[in-house]
């Protein structure tokens, strides 16, 4: 997570437990470090290690560490996802994270370099593949018995079907990405809809890229059929945790304008999907 996406609220409670200065690195998880539902922040400052986290509906619990007595437990990387447990004075803490704050973490893993944990000689062997990891799960919408969810993304004859449905794939992660964090509902969904090969190389052209070159490849590489099933898919990926972020539809409105997309067509598919996913309100 980019420190520049941490909220001024969470500064302001590091602040009011003493802590000085400007975090260094911060990654947040999309769970409280109990493991229910709610969601976590590690801030790492020169000095110290802010633990952040709260469960669903509750106000956020600070844990102020000192680096001295941290000690890491467990480290596992498993394709895009990373766990670890680190000891402290006050109790372990564990977690996991995946995607691209799985790199955040990481990084401030490497920055607090501490001592690794013994592995066994299974655990120590090289991590398996994103591809290998990325399983795709049964899609809930209706569909024909052991039918495979499928994206229609329409040829446009100026680039190969792999390297469209990759730049498409690269797209929902932009995305998804796009309010500093994937949640898991995000990530159940990507999984569903992109062939796990393909995710692969997605993600790595993801992780290499600024959004402002995919931008530009999309501009060149999509006809306006592919642009607009891609902008819907990536409303349904934003919309899918049950919210849609100003941070996330500034991010279509950045695209679209590179896309030279009209704003009218670009605001009837959010409106689309906003009643495609209100079904039970509607009709209740």
């Known amino acids: 997570m980019d420190v520049r996406f941490v909220s001024e609220s969470l500064l302001n409670q590091a602040k009011a437990a003493g802590i000085a200065g400007e975090p260094l690195y911060a990654v947040r998880f999309s769970r409280a470090f ?4 709610g969601e976590g922040y590690f801030l790492l400052y020169p000095d110290c290690l802010a633990a952040l986290d709260r469960k669903f509906g509750e106000e956020f619990q600070l844990r102020k560490l000192t680096l001295d007595e941290l000690s890491l437990l467990k480290r ?7 766990d670890f447990a680190l ?7 564990s977690a996991s994270a995946t995607f691209s704050e799985a790199e955040a973490l990481g990084e401030l893993l490497d920055a ?48 190969g079907s792999s390297g469209s449905l990759q730049l498409f794939a690269a797209g929902l992660l932009y995305a998804a990405a796009s309010d500093g964090a994937f949640s898991p509902e995000q990530e159940r969904l990507i999984n569903q809809l992109i062939p796990s090969d393909v995710l692969a190389t997605a993600l790595s052209y993801y992780n290499s890229t600024p959004k402002e070159t ?6 060149n590489a999509f006809s306006e059929k592919q642009q607009t099933s891609l902008i819907a898919n990536q409303l349904e990926v934003m919309m899918c945790d049950g919210d849609l972020r100003r941070i996330e539809m500034d991010f279509i409105k950045v695209e679209a304008m590179y896309l030279n997309y009209s704003s009218s067509k670009m605001y009837q598919i959010r409106e689309l999907i906003i009643l495609k996913n209100q079904l039970s309100a509607l009709f209740a």
């Open 34 to 37: 109990s493991g229910e539902s």
């Open 76 to 82: 596992e990387q498993n394709g895009t996802k990373l």
């Open 87 to 93: 000891d402290t004075a006050s109790g372990p803490i």
């Open 112 to 159: 607090l370099n501490l001592a690794a944990p013994a592995v066994s000689a299974a655990a120590s062997a090289p991590a398996p593949s994103a591809a290998a990891t990325v399983k795709p799960e049964p899609h809930p919408a209706v569909s024909v018995p052991g039918s495979k969810p499928k994206i229609e993304i329409p040829s446009s004859g100026t680039s």
């Open 214 to 219: 995919f931008f530009r490849e999309i501009r």
